[in-house]
């Protein structure tokens, strides 16, 4: 079975710009988290998304938001980017059951560079 | 709120040494707990996991304990080798009480294997 996939793998933009990037889940899991990868503040949750809607939001600014798509696909969006925004984006799926632990696998990420 | 606490790092070990990362985590509820393993360059890969107290987790010769009376899951390893040379993720995520499907981190540890 294929894993979570991510789209583009590296990214430069210039500061103001905004980007997208894209995740593919594992095939049958609904759900998508993205996380935030920096040196700074490590692994931090942005957002989950299940069956097309934002089930959970972490404590980011408004400029950072994101959807998903019937066949699970997922997209995030910064808009207006800052230095600050530079960091390895990783997107992780889930297999939502009844068995609670809710693992999730996590795709190669997207380093994005903003200058 | 919830949070995941390791020890720091970096850890350097000679090959076939054993190998002890502490975890130790603050959570509501009942959380699932998780070791992530990430090799320069990569995502996130999951090593293993437990998902109630006293329950063990095993993985490529690593092992952990669900410790809910000392709130800790340690990562344990026999024999280290040079290819187990990485970063470790303790991570940790609460669901059934809080219904947020996110992953908490701690921050890391390198693991560096010397031959």
């Known amino acids: 079975k294929a894993g979570v996939t991510q789209t583009p793998r590296y990214l430069i933009k210039t500061r103001g710009q905004q980007v997208t990037l894209s995740c593919s889940p594992i095939?049958?899991?609904?759900?998508v988290s993205w996380y935030q990868q920096t040196p700074g503040q490590g692994l931090q949750f942005l957002f989950e998304?299940?069956?097309?809607?934002?089930?959970n939001k972490g404590n980011f600014p408004g400029r950072f938001s994101g959807r998903q798509f019937s066949n699970s696909r997922s997209e995030m969006n910064v808009s207006t980017l800052e230095l600050g925004d530079s960091a390895l984006y990783l997107c992780?799926?889930?297999?939502?059951?009844?068995?609670?632990?809710?693992?999730?696998?996590f795709g190669p990420g997207t380093r994005l560079t903003v200058t | 709120g919830d949070s995941v606490t390791q020890m720091e790092g970096p850890v350097t070990l000679s090959e076939e040494a054993f190998l002890t990362i502490n975890c130790t985590y603050t959570?509501?509820?009942?959380?699932?707990l998780f070791w992530y393993v990430q090799y320069p360059g990569e995502g996130l890969q999951l090593l293993l996991k437990?998902?109630?107290?006293?329950d063990k987790g095993s993985n490529k010769g690593f092992e952990a304990t669900y410790r809910k009376e000392t709130t800790s899951f340690h990562l344990e390893k026999g024999s280290v080798q040079v290819s187990d040379s990485a970063v470790y993720f303790c991570?940790?995520?609460?669901?059934?009480?809080?219904?947020?499907?996110?992953?908490?981190f701690g921050s890391g540890t390198r693991l560096q294997v010397q031959p």
């Open positions: 959570a509501t509820g009942y959380p699932s």
């Open positions: 992780a799926s889930s297999l939502v059951g009844t068995s609670g632990s809710y693992e999730q696998y």
């Open positions: 991570a940790l995520i609460e669901s059934r009480v809080t219904g947020r499907r996110a992953l908490t």
């Open positions: 998304y299940f069956s097309e809607t934002q089930r």
């Open positions: 437990a998902t109630k107290a006293d």
């Open positions: 095939s049958g899991h609904r759900s």
